[in-house]
Nanobody, 123 residues
Framework: QVQLVEAGGELVQPGGSLRLSCAAS????????MGWFRQAPGMEREFVAA????????FYTDSVRGRFTVSRDNAKNTVYLQMNSLKPEDTAVYYC????????????????WGQGTQVTVSS
């Protein structure tokens, strides 16, 4: 079992930055990939970013590539999502996920989820 707790979501103005964090506990943290998804009201949960167990390889959805950076600190059992140049369309609940069984981009492939943290981008 893996427990995930996100933090860092808040209200930010367009063009601003936020860093989300996700603390993991349970199984050995550096054994599995980690990912970030988001879900806006009335929308399906969508893939945002993922990082392999080593932290060497990262993956992004097109709409955030170049603005968001996913990273992990295996010594701290924590994965991060640095979000820059935020736009109103980035507003959503952001979820941390762990240990995918298939592709990284499908929410149904991920075994473990956090409770989510709200990010609101508005002036």
């Amino acid at each position: 079992q893996v427990q995930l707790v996100e933090a860092g979501g808040e209200l930010v103005q367009p063009g601003g930055s936020l860093r989300l964090s996700c603390a993991a506990s349970g199984r050995t943290f550096d054994n599995y990939p980690m990912g970030w998804f988001r879900q806006a009201p009335g929308m399906e949960r969508e893939f945002v970013a993922a990082v392999t167990w080593s932290g060497v390889n990262t993956f992004y959805t097109d709409s955030v590539r170049g603005r968001f950076t996913v990273s992990r600190d295996n010594a701290k059992n924590t994965v991060y999502l640095q979000m820059n140049s935020l736009k109103p369309e980035d507003t959503a609940v952001y979820y941390c996920a762990a240990d995918p069984e298939g592709t990284y981009t499908s929410a149904s492939d991920w075994k473990y989820w956090g409770q989510g943290t709200q990010v609101t981008v508005s002036s």
